[in-house]
């Protein structure tokens, strides 16, 4: 069997804060099969982001990974010094950031900016070319010949996003990191970037890992799901199994709070009560205790072990193991 | 009733000097960014302006409230005339009509504690001989933060919490009317229903009518008593949420709303894909604007620009053909072009 595309076993990563060591992540495990699309979904201060920079290995400067294994297609990545790593950047996994604007140089031609990344690859000039205007074709971009010359601003929103997608997946990387590409769109263009990425994996075959905290574009693209809770992955599965049935109480409040599964009109929306924990004094117990309702001795002691489930699933909640374990 | 806001006609343009290139080209340099935008609000009411970025929303906004200025139309606050107001008048203006900022970390001064923010819309209108702890302590109860929060600074807070600060400083000077611009835009899911539960309680205790503008469709759907969908600048549909969530009768509403994506991986709604891209403002289509990505395009709409149509029920939109509800389904909602019998 194939290497999965992308491996992570058993993550810690922590800050040094002034406030003391700030637990980022703790005990992350996510798989990625070769052609597979995952999602990760969680809301602010999750460790969506720290988990895309630790597998880049793009860093801050005070934060370290005290734990666990992060492979690509086989290739421990921890263990590559810096100049592999960064040969391995943009040309095995690459990404798609929120804001095309921010992603794209904006003095530079578009044109320009997507021969000059392809400086890894031999050929002249004109070939090089050949290739940007082909990619953009393939994002569907209009007329791309004359608009190689244009510059970033001269381009919409939804353009700019799909010109970003182009360049990612100019080298036909193994893996493909999607951090919140939707979010600055509108519902028409969203759904439209979600169609193009769902075809462009197909034709190149390569793994997708969706980061996003918008649960309709995550059912609507994602083959399986990683819900992510104050730095740890509370849930995984396929995702019809997690939105139907989720098992993990954060998953079910989150599902609950989206608006656009109310079936009934109503001004008062649903929302999850409390804070997120001090994640550099972590609590005794289980991280979401404090909010959830269905909090019970157990869950005050220790933290829950992430306990498999049926069907591939996993929840890390004491529930869970009260199932599978009688 | 009167209105409280009345816009007519509502036109804001931007550019336009006499550049080189207009000269030789002969073409305008100025975008129409909102053309010719009607729509009015009664008190009390929370009225939702929809549409893609670049539709016009934040700048038909910002034109209420003298921001921006406008090149043509009217708009009236009250009975009163607003365009052109400047100066005092223009600051008299600003305590009945308060505005939430998009960006809720961006929109506070960095170096200003809660404490300060708050008390500023005092200071600026010449309020500052209130006492300022205790109307600061009441906005802070009133938008839901503990009194600790004053002494903050914004980059201390969290997503939420700078947007309750946004919101306490918005009904600082008890305004009339809020506008809300994406008022939930980056905020997790959890905590855009505690903004949006705080802004319909604040309606309610305050007695505030509410502008929002977003084009997250789910919130309009719940919170919205009106809304109107805007393209290029135009508003191609207004009525009704209810109305327009059970039937948008202008194709461009329909496509909006069958886009919407769905928390359910089982929903693979009958979608109405847009072909082609928005077009640029500079170079604005001819005939109805939309007729470039339009399902349903015929002869017609690419030479003639359709005129706002009413429907019995008070709905307005723009469509020489307009979709008749219940007939096909897209996106779940059964639809239909009238006059379109290869469709039935």
Do not use: W
């Amino acid at each position: 069997m194939a290497a999965p595309a992308l491996l992570v076993e058993h993550l810690d990563l922590a800050y040094r804060t002034e406030g003391g060591r700030l637990h980022a992540l703790r005990d992350v495990s996510l798989e990625v099969a070769p052609g597979e699309i995952v999602g990760i979904v969680g809301e602010s201060g999750c460790g969506k982001s720290s988990l895309i920079q630790a597998i880049l290995r793009l860093m801050p400067t005070n934060a370290r990974i005290e734990r666990g294994r992060i492979a690509l297609a086989g290739t421990d990545l921890l263990q590559l010094d810096p100049e592999a790593m960064r040969k391995l950047r943009g040309d095995r996994i690459s990404v798609v950031f929120q804001d095309p604007m921010t992603a794209l140089n904006p003095v530079l031609s578009i044109g320009r900016q997507m021969m000059d990344i392809q400086y890894r690859r031999s050929g002249g000039q004109a070939a090089k070319r050949a290739r940007a205007v082909e990619m953009l074709r393939r994002v569907r971009l209009p007329d791309p010949e004359r608009r190689l010359n244009q510059f970033p601003h001269e381009f919409s929103g939804g353009m700019r996003q799909r010109i970003a997608i182009a360049m990612a997946l100019m080298a036909e990387p193994a893996l493909l990191i999607a951090d919140e590409p939707t979010t600055a769109l509108d519902a028409t263009l969203e759904l439209a970037t979600i169609e193009l990425l769902k075809t462009l994996q197909r034709e190149i075959g390569c793994a997708i890992l969706f980061v996003s905290h918008h649960l309709g574009v995550i059912a609507e693209l994602c083959d399986r799901v990683n819900v992510m809770y104050a730095g740890e992955v509370v849930e995984t599965g396929d995702i019809r199994s997690v939105f139907h049935n989720p098992r993990h109480p954060y998953t079910q409040r989150l599902l609950a709070c989206d608006p656009a599964r109310m079936a009934e009109r109503s001004r008062r929306l649903p929302t999850i009560p409390g804070d997120l924990p001090d994640l550099v004094n972590l609590p005794t117990g289980c991280v979401f205790a404090d909010r959830c309702p269905a909090v019970f001795e157990p869950c005050r002691q220790a933290p829950p072990d992430f306990y498999p489930l049926a069907g591939d699933r996993a929840a890390r909640c004491y529930l869970a193991r009260e199932e599978v374990a009688p | 009733m009167s209105a409280l806001v009345e816009v007519r006609d509502l036109v804001v343009r931007f550019g336009g000097k006499r550049s080189l290139s207009s000269l030789v080209t002969g073409r305008s340099d100025s975008i129409t960014a909102v053309a010719g935008a009607s729509f009015a609000m009664a008190e009390g009411e929370t009225f939702a302006l929809v549409g893609e970025s670049g539709s016009g929303k934040t700048t038909l906004a910002r034109a209420l409230i003298g921001l921006t200025p406008a090149a043509s139309g009217s708009v009236s606050f009250q009975g009163q005339s607003t365009l052109g107001l400047a100066g005092a008048a223009l600051k008299r203006l600003h305590r009945d009509i308060a505005m939430i900022f998009q960006d809720p970390v961006g929109s506070l001064s960095p170096r200003f504690t809660v404490r300060g923010l708050l008390a500023e819309p005092f200071r600026i209108h010449g309020l500052a001989d209130r006492d300022l702890d205790a109307e600061v302590d009441r906005l802070l109860g009133l938008v839901g933060l503990p009194r600790a929060m004053a002494d903050r600074l914004p980059h201390q807070l969290s997503g939420g919490q700078a947007r309750r600060v946004g919101v306490a400083r918005a009904i600082a000077l008890s305004p009339k009317l809020v506008i809300a611009d994406e008022p939930t835009a980056g905020l997790d899911v959890s905590v855009q229903g505690e903004v949006l539960n705080l802004l319909n309680d604040l309606r309610e205790t305050l007695g505030l009518s509410m502008l929002i503008i977003t084009h997250n469709l789910n919130v309009v759907r719940h919170v919205a008593d009106r809304m109107a969908i805007m393209y290029l600048g135009r508003f191609v549909e207004v009525g009704t949420t209810e109305a327009i969530f059970a039937g948008p009768r202008h194709p461009y509403g329909l496509a909006l709303l069958s886009a919407n994506p769905e928390p359910d991986p089982d929903a693979r709604p009958n979608r109405m894909a847009l072909e082609g891209e928005v077009p640029s403002l500079l170079d604005r289509p001819l005939g109805c604007e939309f007729h470039g990505r339009c399902p349903f395009v015929r002869e017609r709409c690419r030479s003639e620009a359709p005129a706002v149509t009413s429907d019995p029920d008070g709905r307005l939109f723009t469509c020489h053909y307009p979709l008749t509800p219940g007939v096909i389904s897209i996106g779940g909602t059964p639809h239909v072009a009238e006059e379109r019998p290869d469709l039935r």
